[in-house]
C-alpha cells in the first residue's frame, strides 16, 4: 500500500490561525498544482472582485468595494 503525500501539518495551523481575524463565513479554496496557486474565496461561490491589490509577497487580495472577497497566493510551493 503506498503513503498518501506528506502534509506539512504546521502550513495548514498557520493558515487557519490567519483565517481566525476573517468574519466568519462560509469560504471555498482550490489549489492549482500546475499553476501554484491557493484561491480563496470567502463565499460559497465566488463573488466578482471590482479591485485587487498585489502584496509584496505575491498575494493579491480581491475586493468587492471596500468588503475583500478572496485571496489568490501565488508559489504557493515555495514558502
Request: aromatic content about 10%; some cysteine; hydrophobic content about 40%.
Given at each position: 500500500?503506498?503513503?498518501?503525500?506528506?502534509i506539512e501539518i504546521?502550513?495548514?495551523?498557520?493558515?487557519?490561525?490567519?483565517?481566525?481575524?476573517?468574519?466568519?463565513?462560509?469560504?471555498?479554496?482550490?489549489?492549482?498544482?500546475?499553476?501554484?496557486?491557493?484561491?480563496?474565496?470567502?463565499?460559497?461561490?465566488?463573488?466578482a472582485a471590482t479591485?485587487?491589490?498585489?502584496?509584496?509577497?505575491?498575494?493579491?487580495?480581491?475586493?468587492?468595494?471596500?468588503?475583500?472577497?478572496?485571496?489568490?497566493?501565488?508559489?504557493?510551493?515555495q514558502r
Open positions: 500500500m503506498s503513503k498518501p503525500h506528506s504546521c502550513n495548514y495551523i498557520h493558515f487557519a490561525k490567519a483565517l481566525q481575524t476573517v468574519e466568519q463565513r462560509p469560504c471555498w479554496m482550490m489549489f492549482d498544482a500546475e499553476a501554484d496557486v491557493l484561491y480563496v474565496n470567502f463565499q460559497n461561490s465566488a463573488q479591485d485587487s491589490k498585489v502584496t509584496d509577497d505575491d498575494v493579491v487580495i480581491r475586493y468587492a468595494g471596500n468588503e475583500v472577497v478572496g485571496l489568490t497566493i501565488l508559489s504557493v510551493s
